[in-house]
T-cell receptor
Framework: EAGVTQSPTHLIKTRGQQATLRCSPISGHTSVYWYQQALGLGLQFLLWYDEGEERNRGNFPPRFSGRQFPNYSSELNVNALELEDSALYLC??????????FGPGTRLTVL | GEDVEQSLFLSVREGDSSVINCTYT??????LYWYKQEPGAGLQLLTY?????DMKQDQRLTVLLNKKDKHLSLRIADTQTGDSAIYFC????????????FGKGTRLSVIA
């Protein structure tokens, strides 16, 4: 069974640009979660999508947004990039509210 | 509010046991998890325990749960250099609309 996949692996942008990160969940999982892991800050919950709807959102500004497609894959968009947005962005999928399975992450660097 | 606390660093010698501790706040959490993150990688689920259990053993891993004190620990027996990683504790709050809450992670360094 294929695991959670994320693309791209690395992304380099400059301040003010927009970034789009993609995630494909494990087949049969309807929930997708996005986390930001900045250096020294642990995992910060960003967004949770389930069945195409945004279910919950972490304490991040509106320039962090996303969506979930009918096939349950998901995009995370970050507008007006700032230097402090540089981080590893992790996606996880889950068949329910409990166990989450993580992808390898997208490392975003903002110059 | 929900908060999961872990110590940030732990250093042990190869072959010794490692014990990583975690405290959580939501007494109604149904499951508690331990995840492992190796350098540059995503998180890998190591083990989990259901809240009505006190202990779970899985090969070299032992999870102990003290619900009264809201304390969770992960013991790694015969720690190896390949166990060097960041270990995250997470709780599953029983509030219906909240995903897992993670601690900040404990960086385990294994000295050969």
């Amino acid at each position: 069974e294929a695991g959670v996949t994320q693309s791209p692996t690395h992304l380099i942008k400059t301040r003010g640009q927009q970034a789009t990160l993609r995630c494909s969940p494990i087949s049969g999982h309807t929930s997708v979660y996005w986390y930001q892991q900045a250096l020294g800050l642990g995992l910060q919950f960003l967004l949770w999508y389930d069945e195409g709807e945004e279910r919950n959102r972490g304490n991040f500004p509106p320039r962090f947004s996303g969506r979930q497609f009918p096939n349950y894959s998901s995009e995370l968009n970050v507008n007006a990039l700032e230097l402090e947005d540089s981080a590893l962005y992790l996606c996880a999928s889950s068949p329910d509210l409990n166990e989450q399975f993580f992808g390898p992450g997208t490392r975003l660097t903002v110059l | 509010g929900e908060d999961v606390e872990q110590s940030l660093f732990l250093s042990v010698r190869e072959g010794d046991s490692s014990v990583i501790n975690c405290t959580y706040t939501d007494s109604s959490s149904t499951y508690l998890y331990w995840y492992k993150q190796e350098p540059g990688a995503g998180l890998q689920l190591l083990t989990y325990i259901f809240s009505n259990m006190d202990m779970k053993q899985d090969q070299r891993l032992t999870v102990l749960l003290n619900k009264k004190d809201k304390h969770l620990s992960l013991r790694i027996a015969d720690t190896q250099t390949g166990d060097s990683a960041i270990y995250f504790c997470a709780e599953s709050p029983n509030s219906g609309n909240t995903p897992l809450v993670f601690g900040k992670g404990t960086r385990l360094s294994v000295i050969a």
